[in-house]
């Protein structure tokens, strides 16, 4: 006598479930991840894509990223952008590229020694050394708003940068977006 | 009325003239911005507008679409952040007042 067939469970699934389909739709097509796009984007914001063919989008991109960032600098100085002191902050802003470590240093060579403005002497704690800033050091709300600025300019450019890594190269072309279907006049 | 007869008219004459001297004497890059102080709420316009800029630019199917996705976007954004700073304001200023205080 023949055993008895055995019945999947339940809860069992008829096919084997991978991480892909659960996390990607069926209909999605292949990607490809070029780091060229990531590096260059991450050289100067928008750069990815325009090196790729869409330049359209990476200049929409660069200037969205750089409202962010030259609008932080000018709300809060380059004090905003600070690797030593704001160390959790400028990991976030580093992904701006470049431009971050020139405002960083710039910050050093400008402010921090004194060469833009004289420092000023700080309340300091008795027996503490003294302790001198600038006087364009940046304090409150104008602080905290440069550092928030160029703070999201950084994410939203690891975004650009990545977007530029996964999108086909000249994919905004006219005759691309035909083929693809987009633009059809009714 | 002459300005001279009303102080306040005067007070705000000279803060109006103190911020025109400062936004003078910046150094753009180097210092922060004169009068962000008083008007830091402001800049949650700018910052949505930037935010939405670079989010649309790389999620628009169509570029023609951009502008009117940002728009859209930023005026969400504001609203969301004036809806929550209203609901904050009826929570601490109005409702809890009214909470029993033992």
């Given at each position: 006598?023949?055993?008895p067939?055995?019945?999947?469970l339940?809860?069992?699934?008829?096919?084997?479930?991978?991480?892909?389909?659960?996390?990607?739709?069926?209909?999605?097509?292949?990607?490809?991840?070029?780091?060229?796009?990531?590096?260059?984007?991450?050289?100067f914001?928008?750069?990815?894509?325009?090196?790729?063919g869409?330049?359209?989008?990476?200049?929409?991109?660069?200037?969205?990223?750089?409202?962010?960032?030259?609008g932080g600098?000018?709300?809060g100085?380059?004090?905003?952008?600070?690797?030593?002191?704001?160390?959790?902050?400028?990991?976030?802003?580093?992904?701006?590229?470049?431009?971050?470590?020139?405002?960083?240093?710039?910050?050093?060579?400008?402010l921090?020694?004194?060469?833009?403005?004289?420092?000023i002497?700080?309340?300091?704690?008795?027996?503490?050394?003294?302790?001198?800033?600038?006087?364009?050091?940046?304090?409150?709300?104008?602080?905290?708003?440069?550092?928030?600025?160029?703070?999201?300019?950084?994410l939203?450019n690891?975004?650009?940068?990545?977007?530029?890594?996964?999108?086909?190269?000249?994919?905004?072309?006219?005759?691309?977006?035909?083929?693809?279907?987009?633009?059809?006049?009714? | 009325?002459s300005?001279?007869?009303?102080?306040?008219?005067?007070?705000d004459m000279?803060?109006?003239?103190?911020?025109?001297?400062s936004?003078?004497?910046?150094?753009?890059?180097?210092?922060p911005?004169p009068?962000?102080?008083?008007?830091?709420w402001?800049?949650?316009?700018?910052?949505?507008?930037?935010?939405?800029?670079?989010?649309?630019?790389?999620?628009?199917?169509?570029?023609?679409?951009?502008p009117?996705?940002?728009?859209?976007m930023?005026?969400?954004?504001?609203?969301?952040?004036?809806?929550?700073?209203?609901?904050?304001?009826?929570?601490?200023?109005?409702?809890?007042?009214?909470?029993p205080?033992?």
């Amino acid at each position: 006598m023949d055993p008895p067939e055995a019945r999947p469970l339940p809860f069992e699934r008829p096919s084997p479930v991978t991480l892909r389909s659960l996390t990607v739709p069926a209909a999605t097509p292949e990607i490809t991840f070029r780091p060229l796009g990531a590096i260059l984007g991450w050289v100067f914001p928008g750069l990815g894509h325009i090196a790729s063919g869409n330049m359209k989008r990476g200049l929409y991109a660069m200037a969205g990223v750089l409202v962010l960032f030259v609008g932080g600098l000018l709300v809060g100085g380059v004090d905003c952008v600070d690797r030593k002191e704001d160390r959790l902050w400028f990991y976030g802003q580093a992904g701006c590229g470049p431009i971050a470590f020139v405002a960083s240093y710039a910050n050093d060579a400008l402010l921090k020694s004194g060469e833009a403005a004289p420092m000023i002497e700080m309340p300091s704690y008795p027996g503490q050394p003294e302790v001198f800033v600038s006087s364009y050091k940046g304090l409150a709300h104008a602080n905290e708003f440069g550092t928030l600025f160029v703070f999201l300019a950084g994410l939203l450019n690891l975004c650009v940068l990545l977007d530029a890594a996964v999108r086909p190269p000249a994919s905004d072309a006219p005759s691309v977006r035909r083929r693809a279907g987009e633009g059809a006049s009714a | 009325m002459s300005p001279d007869m009303n102080p306040d008219m005067n007070l705000d004459m000279s803060l109006g003239m103190s911020h025109v001297g400062s936004l003078l004497a910046w150094a753009p890059f180097l210092q922060p911005a004169p009068g962000v102080q008083h008007w830091w709420w402001l800049l949650v316009i700018p910052m949505a507008l930037g935010v939405s800029m670079a989010y649309k630019a790389i999620r628009v199917q169509s570029l023609a679409d951009w502008p009117m996705a940002v728009a859209k976007m930023t005026i969400q954004i504001v609203a969301a952040v004036v809806g929550i700073a209203v609901g904050l304001y009826l929570l601490v200023i109005v409702l809890l007042p009214m909470l029993p205080a033992e």
